[in-house]
């Protein structure tokens, strides 16, 4: 009985490492099968970490990218997640500008993040990928994947591609807005940057990440709190699942076009 236990055992917790998305949570030779029987498309999860204003995490970036990763792979049925990428261009240190005027915010030069990007890549063609999704949280490094999807597929000639999809970044920028409006919300609430949107997704990916004791506390927070052209106060998690149907379903969407049509 105690041997039949073991067996049990041993059996679930080997489905249950195949059956995750994440390729670190995997063995090499779990990989290594799963990419010979067709799972040849890899995401790469990139965030971002900077100040999210008094009442968000500074890893907001992170922690909705690979949610939402994690989501798209298990949709498309044949991919896997790569590891998140945390260290992003946020603007300069000397003199500090935007982001950086806060305490947290982590920012590498462009250049740095280009070849952490073209490595990665590079690494995860070496073990046998066919298509890397590049997906960016943030915008502020949007150009830098076109940029390395357009050397590499230059380079590889079909042999493998690299999509940047930044419409993954675009949905929430337009249509999540455009639903948050047909829903109720206003566009002076909506904001650009720790606003209601912001606010509403992360309170749908993993609401510990947010002091709502902060925002019911009455304050008005702008640009000198790092809220940029928006309030909080009336986010909610309801809000924030409009944003990650259209984010994973358009994602979903694009990868299939792209792999389809290149």
């Known amino acids: 009985m105690k041997l039949r236990y073991i067996l049990l055992l041993n059996l679930f917790l080997a489905n249950s490492a195949q059956a995750t998305v994440f390729l670190e949570d995997k063995t090499w030779t779990e990989l290594r099968d799963e990419v010979k029987a067709g799972s040849n498309t890899i995401i790469i999860p990139i965030g971002g970490t900077e100040q999210n204003g008094p009442f968000m995490a500074l890893g907001k970036h992170n922690f909705r990218v690979k949610f939402l990763a994690e989501k798209i ?41 280009i070849d952490m990007l073209d490595s990665a890549a590079r690494s995860l063609k070496h073990a046998g990928f066919k298509t890397i999704v590049l997906i ?38 337009h249509q999540y807005v455009a639903a948050l409006e047909a829903n109720g919300a206003r566009e002076s609430e909506i904001g650009t940057h720790a606003g209601l949107a912001d606010t509403s997704l992360m309170l749908a990916v993993d609401p510990s990440k947010v002091r709502s004791e902060k925002i019911a506390s009455g304050s008005k927070f702008d640009s000198v709190d790092g809220i940029y052209n928006g309030d909080p106060k009336n986010a909610s998690a309801k809000f924030g699942q409009l944003g990650i149907d259209l984010i994973v379903d358009g994602t979903v969407d694009a990868i299939k076009n792209f792999t389809a049509t290149h």
């Open 73 to 113: 792979a298990t949709k498309l049925g044949n991919a896997m997640v790569a590891p998140l990428i945390a260290y992003v261009p946020e603007g300069t240190i000397n003199p500090p500008l935007a982001h950086m005027k806060f305490p947290g915010t982590i920012t590498v030069p462009d250049k740095v993040f």
């Open 136 to 173: 960016g949280d943030h915008g502020s490094y949007q150009g830098d994947l076109t940029i390395v999807a357009e050397k590499l597929n230059a380079e590889w000639k079909g042999s493998a591609r690299v999509f940047a999809d930044r419409d993954y970044y675009n949905i929430s920028q």
